[in-house]
Every structure is written in structure tokens, then in C-alpha cells.
């Protein structure tokens, strides 16, 4: 049986669907995700992009291109942030806080060379990205 979270934008305009399992979860500590979510760090949920569905409210999704590989989306309704798609890694990042069904359990921490909110949890910490998707693989001290 497959495992499906619903979540919602701020407003509840959106509606968006995560089915199966994630990819993997973590924190983000760089400057474009600080930015984005208006925090110190954002928690992440990686999926493969044919198991996230929006159910409602395609037509207030917008899209923001940060960069060539990642499009994040948002309601245009509320601004709220809903997810941000990563084709050149295969995976939709959907923010761990619009899923409150789903049990977040963090597994890394990236882009940690930039951390403003050292976080103390025995966590791997990569400078910036596991050396399977294009980063260094070299891990910082916490």
C-alpha cells in the first residue's frame, strides 16, 4: 500500500498529494533557500516528481526560476512556498512544513558552509552537496 500525505499552501487555495516514500529529507543552509523561506534554514522532503500531484488550485501555482535547477513554486493567491522542482536531480524538494502528516526525519544537512543557525544534531553536514549529485561530498564539522 502506498503512503500518501496532503498538504496546502498557507491559504489552503493549493492542495498538493506526496505519494510513496521520500527520496530523503534534510536541512538546507543556503542563501537562496534562507531567502526563500524568509529563515534561517529550510527542511526539505525530496520526491520523485510522479509522486507529488497538486489536486487543487493549479491555476494560483507560480513559478519563480532561482536558477537553471531550481524552479520553485508558490500560490499566487497567499505567496505561500510550496515546493521547488530539481530536474536536473529528478526530485521536486516539497517544504517539509507543508506535509504535517508526513514524520520529517532529517538525514543530512546541506550547503552547511553557509549555515547562519548551527545546529548540533549528529547530522552529516556537507559543505555543500553529497558528491552522488554533483557537490564535493566533503562534510564540515558541526
Same mark, same amino acid.
Request: glycine share 12%; with cysteine.
Given at each position: ?6 498538504? +496546502?499552501?498557507? $491559504? ?6 506526496? #505519494?510513496?516514500?521520500?527520496? *530523503?529529507?534534510?536541512? %538546507?543552509? $543556503? ?5 526563500? #523561506? ?6 526539505? #522532503? ?15 501555482? *507560480? ?14 493567491? %497567499? ?8 530536474? @536536473? ?13 508526513? +514524520? ?8 552547511? +558552509? @553557509? ?6 544534531? *549528529? ?7 553529497? +558528491? ?9 564539522? @558541526?
Amino acid at each position: 500500500m502506498t503512503t500518501t500525505h496532503k498538504g +496546502a499552501c498557507f $491559504c489552503g487555495s493549493i492542495e498538493i498529494e506526496v #505519494s510513496g516514500t521520500p527520496e *530523503g529529507m534534510g536541512y %538546507c543552509h $543556503c542563501a537562496s533557500c534562507r531567502a526563500w #523561506s524568509a529563515g534561517p534554514v529550510n527542511a526539505f #522532503s525530496l520526491w520523485k516528481p510522479d509522486g507529488v500531484r497538486i489536486t487543487r488550485g493549479q491555476d494560483l501555482l *507560480g513559478e519563480y526560476a532561482s536558477a537553471p535547477n531550481s524552479k520553485r513554486r508558490f500560490c499566487r493567491n %497567499c505567496g505561500g512556498h510550496l515546493m521547488t522542482d530539481h530536474p @536536473e536531480w529528478g526530485v521536486t524538494d516539497v517544504f517539509a512544513a507543508v506535509i504535517p502528516s508526513l +514524520a520529517f526525519e532529517p538525514g543530512l544537512h546541506v550547503n552547511y +558552509a @553557509e549555515t547562519v543557525l548551527p545546529m548540533r544534531d *549528529g547530522l552529516p553536514k556537507f559543505r555543500d552537496f553529497p +558528491a552522488e549529485i554533483g557537490g564535493s561530498g566533503e562534510q564540515v564539522p @558541526e
